[in-house]
Each structure stands twice: as structure tokens, then as C-alpha cells.
């Protein structure tokens, strides 16, 4: 199992990142996606996750109305818009799968991928 995330980048606030997340070795659309992000200093903390078919998501409080979780299912891929940057948004973006997902965010995924660096210059 891999996934593989990328799309991070130095961006000014206000400004949008499209995050990617793709998914080899196992049957991408049976599962739960998750991101999550951490912050120099901080622990890791879910930001949001989608459920199989793409019809549930959840979000932090700290990002409703900015980012947009989504997949699709034929390309084993799952996406994260953020916009509307906010320099508490800089972090290390991870995705994980497989998980439950609800509104607590609070699960922990099986595997992880490597993380994408979000950094937002004020």
C-alpha cells in the first residue's frame, strides 16, 4: 500500500494550494480518506476526511468554508482545495487511508503518505 501526496508549496495568504493524494495497493474506493497536518511545534491533527463514495466529508472548524475535500475513484486519488490561506494553515499535510471517518476526525489512518510542505507567507 502507497499514497503519495504532493501539491504543497509557498503560497501569500489568501492565496490556494490544490493538495493530491494518490493511492496504489489496495481498493481505493472501498475506503475512507483522511488529511491530516502538522505544525512546527504542534501534533498532528485531522483537517478533514471522505467517506467511499465520496458522499460524506468532514471538516476541523479551523478550515469549514476554505477547503474542499473530494475524490475520484477512477484515478485511485484523493484531492484537498484549500483557499483562503491562512499562515496558522502552514504545516506538513499528510493523507492516510484506510479510517474511519466522522466528525470527530479522530481516527488514526492504517498508513500514511510522506507529507506535503503548506507554507503561507503573511
Known amino acids: 500500500l502507497q499514497l503519495q501526496a504532493f501539491g504543497g508549496g509557498l503560497v501569500q495568504a489568501g492565496g490556494s494550494l490544490r493538495l493530491s493524494c494518490v493511492v496504489s495497493g489496495f481498493p481505493f474506493r472501498t475506503y475512507s480518506i483522511g488529511w491530516f497536518r502538522q505544525a512546527p511545534g504542534k501534533e498532528r491533527e485531522g483537517v478533514s476526511c471522505i467517506g467511499s463514495a465520496g458522499i460524506r466529508t468532514y471538516y476541523a472548524d479551523s478550515v469549514k468554508g476554505r477547503f474542499i475535500i473530494s475524490r475520484d475513484n477512477a484515478k485511485n486519488t484523493a484531492y484537498l482545495q484549500i483557499d483562503n490561506l491562512r499562515p496558522e494553515d502552514t504545516a506538513v499535510y499528510y493523507c492516510?487511508?484506510?479510517?474511519?471517518?466522522?466528525?470527530?476526525?479522530?481516527?488514526?489512518?492504517?498508513?500514511w503518505g510522506q507529507g506535503t510542505q503548506v507554507t503561507v507567507s503573511s
Open positions: 492516510g487511508a484506510p479510517l474511519p471517518c466522522d466528525s470527530t476526525l479522530e481516527y488514526t489512518p492504517e498508513h
